[in-house]
């Protein structure tokens, strides 16, 4: 793949909101989660963990938590991304939390970007009260959720949200 083919394919994922009753199958969130395995991690901790909920009353309390943000209960699969503090803590002290939160992130990067080359929509969710998704998952003390992930086969929305300029974002040397 070169530089523009690259630049084409991450251009044309978006976020997505609804969803068909198709289901993904086994096989495509394994591969969704392989390639998250992937992902740079500070110290190679991999400070993260990833629940897979199908389960329809789960994505029902799970958008509840989420201040009923529908689309969680209209994709079939919801992948919920967590930071693993004691994976990156044992070897970094507190540290350690900011980089399970890292690689959290990078990790579920990494799933949407799979997702769109299995040609599945995604949609980030990280509006959400983390005491009530903590409790619904049954998530240990020592685990943070960062994304809900909204994973199936969507309809694409009708246009792309415009960017803000390359330019905006760059500084030189100092802010």
Known sequence: MNSSDFLDFI???SSVRTYKSEPVSDEEINFIISC????PSAGN?????????TDESVKEILCDCAFNQEHLIKAPVILAVCANYIRSMSQ???RGILYAVEDATIAA??????????????????AFDDEAVSETLGLLQHARPIALLAVGHGTLPEYRTERMPVSEHIHEETW
């Not at 998250?36 to 992902?39: F, H, N, P, R, T």
């Open 11 to 13: 251009s044309t994922r």
């Open 36 to 39: 998250a395995s992937k992902a």
């Open 45 to 53: 901790r991999e400070s993260w963990d990833v629940i897979i909920v």
């Open 92 to 94: 970094y002290g507190e």
């Open 109 to 126: 990067t990494y799933m949407m970007l799979a997702a769109h080359s299995l040609r599945l929509q995604t949609c980030w969710t990280g």
